[in-house]
């Protein structure tokens, strides 16, 4: 029989593990995600919730989903960047940024969604 302080070690740990599937698993944050990553790639869509940039990740994951030949798995995960709309592609705990609001300075408007979504899907293909 497992003493009290390993008894009480295991209750603790059982009690702090966030289940799968949960609320606040759905919430994790990009940091979170990338600790939970698996061998097989997926593309993260990071936005900056302040700015209201969360129906434009929506639609980007649609347009991605129509323009990637195989199903990659698409996330999203609000950032605390202000202004920040990010895409990229993840494998293991490698993180390769394909586009940038940031760093391009683009608009980020519903227009814009399906070139970004071209310009994403364009450099998936080559990395993959």
Known sequence: MPSASLRWKQDISARTRIPEGSIKSKLAG?????????????ILVEYCQSCGYQPWAKLLIQELGQQLPEPIPV???????TGAFEVSLC???A???IWSKL???????AEAIPA???VAAAEVKQLI
């Open 30 to 42: 990009p940091r979170q995600v990338l600790r939970a990553l698996s061998s097989r790639p997926f």
């Open 95 to 97: 993180r390769q940024n």
């Open 116 to 118: 970004i979504a071209q």
């Open 103 to 109: 760093l391009t300075g683009e608009p980020t408007s």
């Open 75 to 81: 996330r999203e995960a609000a950032t605390a960047k």
């Open 91 to 93: 494998k293991d705990t």
